[in-house]
Nanobody, 117 residues
Framework: QLQASGGGQVQPGGSLRPSCVAS????????VGWFRQAPGKEREGVSC????????YYADSVKGRFTISRHNAKNTVFLQMNSLKPEDTAVYYC????????????WGQGTLVTVSS
């Protein structure tokens, strides 16, 4: 199971650092992704970190502003979000994909990020 938290409301230009904590699985065996879904829009991938090499991937819309990282000892993945924009407003979900698998099989419940002045 995954538990996402750390969302909130910030002004444009602000920062948040949601976290994704795993229980019942060892996150360093999984690629972990962050996804988001804004009201009235489809879910989109935001960032992902691989299980082995720790390679990071980012959507073009967040490159240079968001950073994904692992803390394996805490079985946690973070998403540092800086220079937030109103269009970043969404529910953010984390998900895990076991090494060698093609689907994200474990999903967290989501944490709401609101960027508004």
């Amino acid at each position: 199971q995954l538990q996402a938290s750390g969302g909130g409301q910030v002004q444009p230009g602000g920062s948040l650092r949601p976290s994704c904590v795993a229980s019942g699985l060892t996150l360093d065996d999984y690629a972990v992704g962050w996804f988001r879904q804004a009201p009235g829009k489809e879910r989109e991938g935001v960032s992902c970190i691989s299980s082995s090499s720790g390679t990071e991937y980012y959507a073009d819309s967040v490159k240079g502003r968001f950073t994904i990282s692992r803390h394996n000892a805490k079985n946690t993945v973070f998403l540092q979000m800086n220079s937030l924009k109103p269009e970043d407003t969404a529910v953010y979900y984390c998900a895990a994909r076991y090494s060698g698998h093609t689907e994200f099989g474990s999903w967290g419940q989501g944490t709401l990020v609101t960027v508004s002045s």
